[in-house]
């Protein structure tokens, strides 16, 4: 009787001292899930909101100026406007700008992984989530060419011989092109460190 009480209790207290870890495990994956959301529609806004500017300000080159001189630097001030835990890119497996390559294995595969879905006619996921370590968490959110627009210098650009000059001068190991509506464009990768 006395062991069976024992045995008791001593199941009792690990299972709550189970629970404990367990319940921040997924409050903090909760956390991680809300600033990746956060991050990215704030990259996705920046950008989309100076690409509309500049197009009906100046058109598809002066739009495709911005976005080779400041789209980078603008992704890396979405990042630090998001603190210094937080950082955003883009990725894509047909990139344009050679810095936007998947850069480790596992951006590979869930880049692959989402075209795999998008070929088979699969709804794909809003995010997904990679636990790179203890403290580490990658954030990735499908991009589509989602917008007419986008095709002006992702779909068949030899339709705009300014475009295609421009584009050629400027990116000549161009993959970007060819692409048509709701085609998979890439991922944006927020990088969040507990
Ligand atoms: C006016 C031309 C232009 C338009 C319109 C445009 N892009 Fe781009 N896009 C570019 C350029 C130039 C780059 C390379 C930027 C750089 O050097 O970082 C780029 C890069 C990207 C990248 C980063 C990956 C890579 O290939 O380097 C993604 C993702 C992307 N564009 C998606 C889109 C989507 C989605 C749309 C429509 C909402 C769009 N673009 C509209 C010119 C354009």
Redo the contacts with the bound molecule.
């Keep these: 009787m006395k062991v069976t009480t024992l045995l008791l209790s001593g199941l009792l207290t690990s299972t709550i001292v189970l629970a404990n870890p367990y319940e921040s495990e997924q409050e903090e994956l909760a956390s991680v899930i809300e600033t990746g959301q956060k991050s990215s529609m704030l990259l996705l806004k920046t950008l989309?909101g100076n690409?509309k500017k500049?197009?009906k300000a100046g058109g598809?080159?002066a739009?495709?100026e911005?976005?080779?001189t400041n789209?980078?630097t603008l992704t890396d001030k979405v990042g630090n406007d998001l603190g210094e835990d937080v950082t955003v890119k883009?990725?894509?497996l047909?990139?344009?700008?050679p810095?936007?390559r998947p850069a480790t294995d596992e951006e590979s595969t869930v880049l692959n992984t989402f075209q795999a879905l998008q070929d088979n006619n699969i709804l794909l996921p809003k995010y997904l989530v990679e636990q790179v370590n203890k403290d580490t968490y990658k954030y990735y959110k499908p991009?589509?060419?989602?917008?007419g627009?986008?095709l002006?210098?992702?779909g068949d650009i030899s339709k705009d011989k300014e475009?295609e000059a421009y584009?050629g001068e400027?990116?000549p190991a161009d993959?970007?092109t060819g692409y048509k509506l709701n085609d998979l464009?890439?991922a944006i990768v927020v990088t969040i460190k507990k």
Aim: proline share 2%; hydrophobic share 40%; aromatic share 8%.
């Design positions: 989309g690409l500049h197009m598809p080159i739009a495709a911005f976005c080779m789209a980078f883009r990725i894509s047909k990139e344009r700008n810095a936007n991009l589509s060419i989602n917008k627009v986008c002006k210098c992702h475009v584009i400027n990116y993959k970007a464009r890439g």
